[in-house]
């Protein structure tokens, strides 16, 4: 039973999305995103939009999510064959259907592929900084940001997680996370407070503090 729940593909059980959270399927998610003046991302990470393929794989169907977003090559990318050589240098995919992946390693893979990053540890900024980086990011449709946080800071069942942004509604104060486990949850608008504390959390396999990563080609 372990090992298919390991290494099988979820199946589809939504859980109870929590008050402080906005669905991007309801109207008022709907209505957010229509007064966003920060969704240059959101079109692209839409169309290339895949959900993990393993319960550990937040970070693969991330990195695929932005490979095929910002280079727009064919064949595409996929939770498979993103596993080149020399990814596999950086993390075996058997390493991460078993225990996952670091911000660190994310980085390595993304660079793997000749993407442009920048690694940004929460601990090493403020809340300010980060919405700053954020806005100016989601006004550019040539880079994204993918956020590394913690589940428990946004009211949700699972430990530490990875998935894009795709839009800021400055208003509200609400970023719109394109949830990669998309079998458990929409994609959803967060309160810049809550996924900042979900952020500034320590991920105990690094022993550093989580935070984002700047994607560009």
Known sequence: MLINFVFNTPKITLDNLPPNLISSKSKKGQKLLSESKFNADYSSLKDNFVSQ????????????????????????????TIFNQETRKVIHPLKVTLGGMTLAQLNNILQAHQLKTKLVYAADIDIQEFRSVAEKNLTNPDDLMLVNYQRKALRQNGGGHISPIAAYHQKSDRFLILDVASYKYPPVWVRTEELWQGMNTVDRISNLSRGFIVVES
Do not use: H
């Open 53 to 80: 393929s393993k319960r550990t794989f937040c970070g693969v169907a991330s990195s695929v999510i932005a490979l095929n977003s910002l280079r727009n090559s064919s064949p595409t990318v996929n939770q498979t």
